[in-house]
């Protein structure tokens, strides 16, 4: 028995309402796919012969970069003849199916028979994205000949829906902490990264790497491990113990990758900045910066004595002391006051007047 039968077009909720192209064949007599498994779906069709069947009711979950086996039995409503299918993807979910989102295709098949192979997802799908998949079953001897979209002579077309899922191991390095890109210190440095889970396991003993690369194209390279776990979509820093010297004035080129066993996407693993070490204002023996990695402010001087810093040049009270100060408080108009030995003061009560009790003893001379 022969009918003929009308081309599909679908709309698939979740790819911004893109209407992927028609399929179908001219008749439905004879052969159709029986059954195919592949992740969650396990869908076997009813009897009878159909030339379209869309099954976009149920969704194959499908994991970034995971291999799934997949199944598909070829089957008779008629009489046998030779037949072959083929399982096409929207990887992209774009609404067209392109050369490189061809699945998986059978060996040809008379009567009844069963395909088995795996399925590679690609790393690069968009997690949470909703995709179509279709197979297409074509009475042929030559399986080249069967195209996602358009009418054929007898078969069946068969639509699902997919919906891409998180990767359960994505490890990936979101930014430079520090050195920042500004405001670092002329010292023995050390690298802090921000570390993401991207998927949705927790993982630990996450592999890093630091590369710090000056303008002459010098680089050094630090290799350490993040070994606390980091529960799914969560965030940490990680500081290397080994630090590297910074020269004031000078830049360099910083890059971190995450490089966890097993990670299928790598598009997130890596990052980089650029950075310039301060080089401090200077007037005679003095010198100060602020450092963004201790939020404090940095002051050298030298004299022929004890070096005092001032917020103000009409200020009594120093606000440190020392060839190599450190200090919290802000100059101000961006100035500080350095003296060498000016600091004088008082100590104890001015006079007995301070005191309203009490009386003075005269003692004899011995």
Known sequence: MSSGSQAY???????????????APLSNADSKIDNL????IDNTAAAGCTGYSDYTNLTVQLEQA??????????????????????????????????????????????TGTYNTNITVPGTVTAGAYSLMRVVLTETGDASSIKACGSYTKGETQDYRVQF??????????????????????????VT??????????????????????????????NEIYKASLPALAEDNFTFSQEFNAVAGASYTITATSKLTGDPVSSNNSVTANI??????????????????????ELFGTGDGTVLWYQN?????PIAAGS???????????????????????????????FTAGGITSLPLM
Do not use: H, M
Request: net charge negative; charged share 10%; hydrophobic share 35%.
């Open 313 to 317: 040049a009409t200020d009594e009270l």
């Open 66 to 111: 995971k291999t799934y086996p997949l199944s598909i039995t070829l089957g008779t409503c008629g009489n046998n003849f030779n037949k072959a299918a083929k399982v096409f993807i929207d990887w992209n979910a774009n609404g067209v199916f392109e050369d490189n989102e061809l699945a998986a295709t059978t060996g040809i098949i008379n009567g």
């Open 165 to 190: 899922l998180q990767t359960s191991i994505d490890a990936g390095v979101i930014s430079i902490v520090s050195p920042g890109s500004s405001g670092s210190c002329s010292a023995s440095t050390p």
């Open 193 to 222: 990264v921000r570390l993401k889970n991207f998927g949705n396991a927790a993982i630990n003993n996450i592999p890093i790497t630091v590369t710090i690369t000056n303008a002459n194209n010098v680089t050094t390279t630090y």
């Open 37 to 40: 498994k592949l992740a969650n």
């Open 9 to 23: 077009s679908l709309i698939v909720t979740g790819v911004g309402g893109t209407a992927y192209c028609a399929s």
């Open 324 to 354: 190599e100060a450190l200090t919290t408080q802000a100059p101000v108009n961006n100035t500080y006051y350095a003296g060498v030995n000016d600091f004088s003061g008082t100590i104890g009560p001015a006079t007995k007047s301070v």
């Open 276 to 297: 310039t070490i301060n080089s401090p204002a200077t007037i005679g023996d003095l010198s100060a910066y602020y450092c963004t990695t201790t939020n404090q402010y």
